[in-house]
């Protein structure tokens, strides 16, 4: 079992940068496959970044392609997810997530384990 805690959220203005860290507690951290989802008020939970068990492999979701960064760190039990070029539209709570079975999976329900996410707001 994998326990993750999310940190690096805040307020920024539009075009501004973030960079969220997400710490995972326990052993194996290097087999699991990381993903970042957000969730905003009223919305349905969207994939924004996943990254292989190795870290060489990254994939991201549409609306994030080309301004965010997913980055892992297997000797650091950490996944990060930089955030550039932010617009108003970004703001979410941000949650890091763990699968055990799947390296690089952009569906939420592939996921085992779920931080408790950390809020990232956009102002315009």
């Known amino acids: 079992q994998v326990h993750l805690v999310e940190s690096g959220g805040g307020l920024v203005e539009a075009g501004g940068s973030l960079r969220l860290s997400c710490a995972a507690s326990?052993?194996?951290?290097?087999?699991?496959?990381m993903g970042w989802f957000r969730q905003a008020p009223g919305e349905e939970r969207e994939f924004v970044a996943a990254?292989?068990?190795?870290?060489?492999?990254?994939y991201y979701g549409s609306s994030t392609q080309g301004r965010f960064a997913i980055s892992r760190d297997n000797t650091k039990n950490t996944v990060d997810l930089q955030l550039n070029a932010l617009q108003p539209e970004d703001t979410a709570v941000y949650y890091c997530?763990?699968?055990?079975?799947?390296?690089?999976?952009?569906?939420?329900?592939?996921?085992?384990?779920w931080g408790q996410g950390t809020q990232v707001t956009v102002s315009s």
């Open positions: 997530a763990a699968s055990t079975k799947y390296s690089g999976t952009s569906a939420s329900g592939e996921y085992d384990y």
């Open positions: 326990g052993r194996a951290f290097s087999t699991y496959g």
């Open positions: 990254i292989s068990r190795s870290g060489g492999t990254a």
